[in-house]
């Protein structure tokens, strides 16, 4: 209970930074981009007189790239952070310190992002039933799409903790480089070096849950998963249990790492 104390203090904390004049311009930004930027192309495609035919596609990847940028910027800084601010030393010396200071900053960091991700689903999907009032199952759409990103938030965010503790100086230049090279890269390679990313596991979720709202047929989704290999009856099962097994790995390794190293404050410099 000591623990779990310690971390949601942790997390409060990092509540009351959030409301700071800088972090909700920022997260406000985020948030409204997705939604200014579809309703924009919704714009140019009536003013060109042509149909916009893949709404969801554009939702999804604008959706995705705020919800990246968000967890950069929130997750990956948890130990320097604290160096730069000079209170790892107060950190470091209290019970618990290090594991409580991981742990909460990681769920605030899935907090921040998953405020991002909802703001910025919520308003594309009014965007796309009031431009077009085609979408068959919209609550259904809105909570597998929320649902979704929230299980991206915290397997990203779990990634970017690991490697806030293991290049603390560079993680985010590092986490850049990791998302990059696995989920644009790796992520597109038939083999099996591609269920190693995240990227390939989310994509499949989100295939089985919402593919359908998408414009895909069952035909499609069933081609797609047999060309990785898959089957749509039981891939989202597997897919979660491999992202759950990812978190919990992820983080193992973080804590071992932030307990175990010792790391070089600005005064030792």
Known sequence: MNWLHSILATVRF?????????????????????????????????????????????????????CLLGMLLWATPNVYSELEGKSWIFVASRPRGRISILLGKYLASVLFGFTVCFASITGCLLVIQGMTGSLEHPL??????????????FSYGAVYSMIGTLFYRRAMVV?????????????????VVSRLTLRFHLQFIGF???GDEMGMS???????????????????????LWLAVAIICTLGVAVWVIISREYMTSDET
């Open 208 to 210: 089985n849950w919402f």
């Open 218 to 240: 069952n035909r499609d989704i069933n081609e797609l998963l047999s060309h990785y290999s898959l089957t749509a009856a039981s891939s989202s099962a597997w897919h979660l």
């Open 140 to 153: 259904w759409l809105w909570f597998s799409m929320n649902l979704l990103y929230l299980i991206a938030c």
């Open 175 to 191: 986490a850049a480089a990791y998302t990059v090279t696995s989920g644009i890269v790796l992520a597109n390679v038939p083999a």
């Open 14 to 66: 990092e509540m009351t930074h959030f409301l700071s004049l800088q972090r909700l311009a920022v997260t406000t930004i985020l948030a409204l981009f997705p939604p200014v930027m579809l309703s924009l192309i919704f714009a140019g495609f009536r003013f060109s007189n042509e149909t916009f035919e893949f709404p969801l596609f554009v939702t999804v990847l604008f959706v995705s790239i705020v």
